[in-house]
C-alpha cells in the first residue's frame, strides 16, 4: 500500500463496518473496505473518478458504489448512525471557508 493513499484504519472501519448494507439480493459485493477508501480518497484529493488509483479496485465500481449509495441516502444513514454512537465532543470547530478551483 502506498503511503500516498487514504486506507481506512483499522478503528474507523470498525465503526463503520456493523452500518453497511447487508443481505441485499444479487452479486456480492466487492472489497467494502478497498472500495469506501477508494470513494474517500476521491472525495478527498479532488481528482476525478476516472482518476482513482489501481489500488481500490476499477474506477466504476468504486463511482457506482458512491453514486448509488448517494441515491439510496446509505451514506447519510451511515453517518447519523456514527455520529449517534459516540459521545458528543465539549467543544466544536467549524470552518466555513472553502476553495473553489477549476480544471
Known amino acids: 500500500m502506498s503511503k500516498s493513499l487514504f486506507w481506512l484504519s483499522d478503528e474507523a472501519w470498525s465503526a ?5 448494507p447487508r443481505g441485499k439480493a444479487g452479486k ?3 472489497d ?3 472500495v469506501i ?6 472525495l478527498k484529493t479532488g481528482c ?13 465500481t468504486i463511482y457506482n458504489r458512491y453514486n ?4 439510496r441516502r446509505i451514506w447519510q444513514r451511515i453517518f447519523e448512525k456514527m455520529a449517534a454512537a ?6 466544536l470547530s467549524i470552518d466555513s471557508s472553502h476553495v473553489k478551483a477549476h480544471r
Open 16 to 20: 463503520m463496518e456493523p452500518h453497511l
Open 28 to 30: 456480492p459485493r466487492v
Open 32 to 34: 467494502d473496505r478497498r
Open 37 to 42: 477508501s477508494g470513494i474517500l480518497h476521491v
Open 48 to 60: 476525478r473518478w476516472r482518476d482513482v488509483p489501481a489500488a481500490y479496485g476499477p474506477p466504476t
Open 68 to 71: 448509488r449509495w448517494s441515491q
Open 86 to 91: 459516540g459521545p458528543v465532543p465539549d467543544e
